[in-house]
């Protein structure tokens, strides 16, 4: 029999609570009361995460995110700001020591990828993983991934593009220089694609998850099996939200 | 004095820094930038582990591979040349 992950779609939550969930799991599966999970979700509204080492007011005009409703929160992994808008993304947490994780994180970042290119290639789209931390299809980046590694638990997350908008993306983020924001934005639309655009159809949320599932399924093995946060871990989310993601002294602290 | 820096780590991240200096020594930085380090904690050690070095190239190289062995330091993305690059090009 093929060992069995937890599934968890969560859709439409904030991005203090997205990010507080994903912690909530890593601590509950490291302290063993959790199965290695895999989570899907989206963002209401739609959010930027900025990664752990950059400077919130550097990156992201908060002046343009208030006006537009736009949410922010930093993560707790490294990488990049991202803009969550039209996107699946997922995260998965799993003991450092699991056989199927490699203790590498190079190698890791590799191999937890290769779920997301199975997916993709299930939706009938071509992509290769480039590190650092990208997935890449006709050479262009559909796919941003970031990971951490606590209490001897493995979290990694990232974002699967359905569809992206350059122009409100840096209507968000600050630029260096104003002169060069169009160059910048017409370099950034030769680097991206999306599901969307290398299909040139729309994918229900849904039928994208699906395949998704299944590429998790067949890269490392395992049966998917839909479940549910426990007690433990809602709690554990609602303290991380309210008191750390959602804090100033958090976001705030770069 | 106060300076800045954006450095983008040959075939790894966009580092960035900010410094405050005194004398030749630093006196506050932050390390900033879309790189990857575990634990993500270890940098604020290694900020604090700078304050009041000099600012000279091969010292600053010295003191931070030692704070990256010291504390199990792994950079993706970053390396302690690079940032060693960073923080001299505040300077320029």
Not at chain 2, 2 to 20: A, N
Not at chain 2, 71 to 80: H, Q, R, V
Request: overall charge neutral; aromatic content about 8%.
């Amino acid at each position: 029999m093929k060992e069995q992950w937890r599934l968890l779609k969560t859709e439409n939550n904030s991005a203090a609570k997205n990010m507080a969930i994903d912690r909530a799991v890593l601590v509950a599966n490291s302290e063993g009361n959790a199965p290695p999970t895999v989570r899907f979700f989206t963002w209401s509204p739609p959010a930027i995460s900025i990664g752990y080492f950059q400077s919130l007011e550097e990156e992201v005009d908060l002046d343009v995110c208030n006006k537009l409703g736009v949410d922010y929160v930093r993560r707790i992994t490294g990488g990049g700001a991202v803009f969550h808008d039209d996107e699946l993304t997922y995260s998965i947490v799993i003991p450092e020591t699991h056989p199927q994780i490699p203790r590498n994180i190079m190698e890791s970042y590799g191999r937890i990828c290769g779920a997301i290119i199975n997916g993709l290639s299930n939706l009938g789209i071509e992509s290769n993983y480039k590190p650092i931390n990208d997935i890449i299809a006709n050479s262009r980046k559909i796919s941003g991934n970031a990971q951490t590694r606590k209490l001897k638990t493995v979290l990694q997350h990232g974002t699967v593009l359905m569809d992206v908008d350059v122009e409100k993306m840096f209507s968000i983020l600050k630029v260096p220089n104003e002169k060069i924001r169009d160059k910048l934005i017409s370099d950034v639309k030769e680097r991206v694609t999306s599901v969307k655009h290398v299909l040139g159809r729309d994918v229900s949320f849904s039928d994208a998850l699906e395949a998704m599932k299944k590429g998790f399924e067949e890269e490392f093995n395992i049966e998917l099996v839909e479940g549910k946060l426990s007690e433990e871990e809602l709690k554990l989310a609602e303290n991380f939200e309210k008191f750390f993601f959602g804090s100033k002294e958090w976001n705030h602290r770069r | 004095m106060q300076s800045k820096s954006v450095y983008k780590i040959p075939e790894g991240k966009l580092l960035k820094i900010s410094l405050k200096h005194i004398d030749n020594r630093i006196t506050e930085i932050q390390i900033m930038g879309d790189f990857f380090a575990y634990p993500e904690e270890a940098i604020e050690i290694l900020e604090k582990k700078l304050k009041h070095s000099f600012l000279n190239r091969e010292s600053l190289l010295k003191k931070i591979n030692s704070v990256i062995k010291e504390n199990n330091i792994e950079f993706i993305g970053l390396n302690a040349q690079g940032l060693t690059e960073g923080i001299m090009m505040c300077l320029k």
